[in-house]
């Protein structure tokens, strides 16, 4: 499989219990990001990596929030102690960064879906 | 001010028509721009990208990017059922450089 790997595909919690997906980019690409998105809403920006560094953070990540990728390879996203509003789609997606400003496209992975209850 | 924006409402478009989508960003530096479809439970797909001021084309697919009025558009031509979908606008951010989106326009092709 060459694509990008998100598992699990479906994940339900309760509420106060800590969750970890983890993403598997296309090989070789050196930019992974992580996204939500809700119904009716486009992808929101949660974090990125440029091999294994973490580039950037959205302010709207809270502290329960933390991120790894700690070989440039895959990552995990974990979520502590979630909440209602946590539930949501999560989406990672790599692309292979090239010429500065003119990066190549980003394929995403098919999500993972959280509901907590 | 949102980094990308996407305000028009569900798009319903007869079969055989063209379906126009508009999409403007606040990054005057930015120099990537994209579209994703993205149908309903999936994820998104990339189907067009513009880094040059004017139209592209792919297939019954126009990309057109004006950079002085920071506007992207995307034209489907002869629309087909199987076009109804999201269609999502996203830009690389001078700024930073990552990928930002917007929140998407669902577009209906009536048979």
């Known amino acids: 499989d060459t694509g990008v790997s998100q598992d699990p595909r479906h994940k339900i919690t309760k509420r106060g219990q800590n969750v970890t997906f983890r993403c598997d980019p296309i090989?070789?690409?050196?930019?992974l990001y992580w996204y939500r998105q809700t119904l009716g809403q486009g992808p929101e920006f949660l974090t990125y990596f440029q091999n294994e560094a973490q580039l950037e953070k959205s302010r709207l990540l809270s502290d329960r929030f933390s991120a790894e990728r700690p070989k440039g390879s895959f990552s995990t996203l974990e979520i502590q102690r979630t909440e209602q509003g946590d539930s949501a789609m999560y989406l990672c997606?790599?692309?292979?960064?090239?010429?500065?400003?003119?990066?190549?496209?980003?394929?995403f992975g098919q999500g993972t879906r959280l509901t907590v209850v | 001010q949102k980094e990308v924006e996407q305000n028009s409402g569900p798009l319903s478009v007869p079969e055989g028509a063209i379906a126009s989508l508009n999409c403007t960003y606040s990054d005057r530096g930015s120099q990537s721009f994209f579209w994703y479809r993205q149908y309903s439970g999936k994820s998104p797909e990339l189907i067009m990208f513009i880094y040059s001021n004017g139209d592209k084309e792919d297939g019954r697919f126009t990309a057109q990017l004006n950079k002085a009025s920071q506007y992207v558009s995307l034209l489907i031509r002869d629309s087909q059922p199987s076009d109804s979908a999201t269609y999502l606008c996203a830009v690389i951010l001078y700024g930073n450089n990552r990928l930002a989106f917007g929140k998407g326009n669902q577009v209906v092709v009536i048979p």
């Open positions: 090989s070789e690409h050196n930019r």
């Open positions: 997606a790599s692309s292979l960064r090239q010429v500065l400003y003119m990066n190549t496209e980003a394929f």
